[in-house]
Each structure stands twice: as structure tokens, then as C-alpha cells.
């Protein structure tokens, strides 16, 4: 299969060229080329059953591509948009996971897709707003389409955009389906449960006034949770520098039938006991701006477990949870599985990022570490307390002689433990008791 994938490439990238010689009153095109490789390594806690469990790892790399279509408005009023798809495997070893493509019923990754990813009509409502039917990205407080993988995963449905008046914006959301970044067909959104969410709503609204910034959002996934929360930042330039102060609180709820124990897969709880949830997460954030060099820290508080996945989604080929998806809000969350908003949980975190352009141009680096304690089990009255840490080394690279050609690389590392707790006695918002991680991202960007 994979000849079929590569000529499908050269086949793009010549109609790439012959395009270009169009005008540009048919619109724009643009080719994304985006390399991936993971490489994931961790150990369990340990259980009843498995009391020394050894380490699981796996490696995966693959090469996604989209090509990307963006018309004009045509009579200043309506256009269209379209995406297309494409994911073929490099190589992997280890354990099969679905993090670039989806796991076949042999147990093995997948070799590649091709598919329409983005396809909607948009309309202009004069000065006032837009609406998007069909299949789009999404990027809002609690639902954002990810980028650091093959391909985005991307939604069905259809939006709008409002200008309500110059400092004052609002948005609606309404998706049914949507197509997981490893996988090449839109889905039913499920809980962890496989039970059918019929569909995820979002009401938003952003607020900007000189130094101010104000974002509210709620979402409901239908019968199963509503979240709501909001944000307020303040820049504040002092001399040569500028403070950014934040601070916000989220809040989950369970809403129908749908929540029961096991719809969320990081609740700790009683099969056949009644279940509700009532997530409570408040923080502050404070970032110190100077020149090439950013320092900031934040500290989050939880009552209660805040839930950060709206649905999940389960493939007919194998039977089994492909992805779930949801947005982290909060500036104490980390790049990979855990959440760090347990019940009861303080989150501490600490960040440092420095441009190089002075020394060498396109060269960045981040550092994020975070801390929690505090944590206890959800709906289960225990004594079991638990502690996370995690940190995040980041280098990326914009090559000066390549136009559009970044380079990213990301250590991760995680790790939890357990105190008062006996043997198999566990948080399951706490998944390992060690992770390690790799990642590397190549991304080309060429527009007709």
C-alpha cells in the first residue's frame, strides 16, 4: 500500500505546481508535510495480580500530509473549504497503541489512510459574523483540534462566529461526528462506555478591552456532561518588561443517563453504585516577560474531579477505545495522559522559555515542570493519597535557509506514587507509577 500513498503524494504535489499558475481570485492552497515519531516507555503501579510489573514501550513514526483548499467568498458571501488527508507509517516496533494510526484487528498498526478531511460551506453575514457547515477544525477553551500528530483530528458539524460589537465576540458550536487523528472515517461520539452521545454542544464568548482579555465557554456533551468556565488575563508593560496576570475557574458536571461508572475511564468507582460528578478547578497564573527570555508559574486547585475529556470513540474493526478528547483549560495540565486534576488535587507549575534569536536565529527552547499532591480517589471514600510529577524539555528549531521547515523535539517524564494505600489500591487519574517519553516533529509548510 504504500506505493499508492506516495504516488498519491507526487500527484498532489504536481497539481501543487500546476495550480500555482491560477489566479489567486480562485483562492489558496497550501501543502502541509508533518514527520512524527514517538518513542514511549513506562511501568504500571504495581497490583494484586502483577506485583512486579516490567516496563511497556513502543515506537512509531509516520509521515502525515494535508493539502488544504481555501476558496474566496464568492459575491462577498459564501465559500467553501477542503482538506485532504493522508498518513503513512514509517516503521514502529513495540506495542501497538493508537497514537498516529489507528491498531487493526491483527493487533498491528496500520500501514496508512487517505481520506477528505475538511469539507464545509462557509457563509459571510455581512460584518457580523460567519457559519461553517460540515467537516472542520475547532479551537475554543474546552474542544481544540491537536496538531502535533500526523493529522488534526477535525469535527462534523457546523459553527458560527459573531461580532457583537468591537471589543465583544461570540461563537456556537454544534458537532455530531467526528474523525480521530489516527483513524480515516468520522465517528459516533461515545463514552468510555461505547454508549451514543448524540452530540456536543458550545456556547462562547471573548472580550477584549485594552489590556484586558476575557474568555467564557460552556459545552454540553449531550446526556453525559456540561462543563463551563472562565478566564480574565491582564498584560501590564513595566518599563522593559511586561507582567501577564491570569486566573479562571472550570467546572464539571454529570448530566443524564449516560454517567455511570466506567463512561469515564480516570473516575475511581463501584460498578452499579450511583455516580455523579461535581469538578470544581480554579487557578492563578502569573508570566514575566523580557526581551527574549519568559518565566512563569501557576497553581491550581481542585474540589472534586474535573473531567477533561467531553467523548470518546470506539472503532467497528476492532472493538476497542481508539481516542478520547477533550481540551485542558488549565495552565498546570501536561502534554500527555495525565490530567493533574484529581479530587482534592494542588497543582503546581513552573515554566521557562527563552528565544535564541540573538545567538542563533529560529533556535527556542521551553522547560515546564509541574507538581501535585494532595490527590484522593473520586466517588470512593479512602484513605489513598497520591502525588504527580512531570516535566517537559522542549527545543525547537525554524531553519533560516529552509522557509517553513520547523524542527521539534520533546523529552517527557512522568511519574506517581501512592501513599497509605495497600497493594493494587490505585487513583486512576494516575496511570503510571513511571513515563518516559521522546517525541520528534518535522513540519514542512508550502502555499501556492
Known amino acids: 500500500m504504500h506505493k499508492y500513498v506516495l504516488c498519491g503524494a507526487v500527484s498532489l504535489i504536481f497539481c501543487n505546481y500546476a495550480y500555482a499558475q491560477l489566479p489567486s481570485e480562485f483562492g489558496s492552497l497550501e501543502l502541509k508535510l508533518n514527520t512524527r515519531y514517538w518513542n514511549d516507555e513506562g511501568i504500571a503501579h504495581a497490583t494484586l495480580l502483577n506485583p512486579n510489573p516490567s516496563k511497556v514501550g513502543y515506537e512509531q513514526s509516520a509521515l502525515g500530509m494535508e493539502l488544504n483548499y481555501r476558496s474566496i467568498y464568492w459575491w462577498n458571501r459564501i465559500g467553501f473549504d477542503a482538506s485532504l488527508y493522508a498518513v503513512t507509517k514509517l516503521f514502529d516496533s513495540g506495542k501497538a497503541t493508537a497514537q498516529l494510526l489507528e491498531v487493526e484487528n491483527n493487533g498491528k498498526l496500520a500501514q496508512n489512510f487517505a481520506t477528505l478531511g475538511q469539507f464545509n460551506l462557509k457563509a459571510k453575514l455581512g460584518e457580523v459574523g460567519e457559519i461553517r457547515l460540515g467537516r472542520q477544525l475547532h479551537d475554543s477553551l474546552l474542544l481544540k483540534s491537536t496538531n502535533n500528530r500526523a493529522v488534526p483530528d477535525t469535527f462534523s458539524g457546523a459553527s458560527g462566529q459573531f461580532k457583537v460589537t468591537d471589543h465583544l465576540q461570540s461563537y456556537i458550536a454544534y458537532y455530531d461526528r467526528w474523525k480521530p487523528r489516527s483513524m480515516d472515517t468520522f465517528e459516533k461520539l461515545v463514552t468510555d462506555n461505547n454508549e451514543h452521545i448524540s452530540y456536543v454542544g458550545i456556547v462562547g464568548a471573548k472580550y477584549q478591552y485594552q489590556k484586558w482579555n476575557i474568555s467564557a465557554e460552556y459545552l454540553t456533551s449531550h ?151 494532595g490527590a484522593h480517589q473520586s466517588n470512593i471514600s479512602s484513605d489513598i493519597e497520591g502525588k504527580e510529577r512531570f516535566y517537559d524539555l522542549t527545543f525547537s528549531y525554524s531553519l533560516p535557509m529552509i522557509k517553513n521547515l520547523d524542527l521539534r523535539y520533546s523529552y517527557l517524564h512522568y511519574e506517581s506514587k501512592f501513599d497509605q494505600g495497600n497493594l493494587g489500591e490505585k487513583i486512576n487519574g494516575m496511570t503510571r507509577k513511571d513515563w518516559d517519553q521522546h517525541r520528534f516533529m518535522l513540519n514542512y509548510r508550502y502555499s501556492f
Open 223 to 373: 446526556d453525559y456532561i456540561e462543563k463551563y468556565g472562565i478566564t480574565a488575563q491582564y498584560k501590564l508593560p513595566f518599563q522593559n518588561m511586561t507582567w501577564i496576570l491570569s486566573s479562571g475557574a472550570f467546572f464539571s458536571r454529570d448530566d443524564g443517563d449516560l454517567f455511570k461508572c466506567g463512561a469515564e475511564a480516570d473516575l475511581d468507582c463501584v460498578k452499579g453504585q450511583p455516580l455523579n460528578n461535581r469538578g470544581n478547578g480554579y487557578f492563578i497564573d502569573v508570566n514575566w516577560v523580557r526581551n527574549s527570555l519568559e518565566v512563569g508559574a501557576a497553581i491550581s486547585k481542585f474540589d472534586g474531579f474535573w473531567i477533561e475529556d467531553n467523548f470518546s470513540t470506539r472503532s467497528d474493526r476492532n472493538n476497542i477505545l481508539t481516542q478520547d478528547h477533550g481540551t485542558n483549560p488549565f495552565p498546570t495540565s501536561s502534554v500527555i495522559g495525565p490530567d493533574f486534576t484529581n479530587n482534592d488535587e494542588t497543582a503546581i507549575a513552573l515554566r521557562l522559555k527563552y528565544d535564541w534569536k540573538d545567538h542563533v536565529k529560529g533556535l527556542k527552547t521551553e522547560a515546564k515542570y509541574i507538581y501535585g499532591f
